[in-house]
């Protein structure tokens, strides 16, 4: 059961990142590769503790 759980949580930050990572565009974030994958990579921290990154975090899972 916990091996499914991690499975679980694995795959809900993979399809994040991508997710955020194919509507990086729609966002108002600077367009540049080290802060399209920084951004990518951290989106659990930064969804939980900062309200503008939430706002563009779902204008990208939009677009």
Known sequence: MPK???LG???AYLYG???FWNGFEQTNFTK???NRLGLSLLWPA???TNP????N???ALKG
């Open 4 to 6: 499914l759980i991690i």
């Open 9 to 11: 949580l694995m795959a």
């Open 17 to 19: 990142v991508w997710k």
């Open 32 to 34: 540049s590769l080290p």
């Open 46 to 48: 930064l969804f939980l």
């Open 52 to 55: 503008s990154y939430r706002r």
């Open 57 to 59: 975090f779902r204008k």
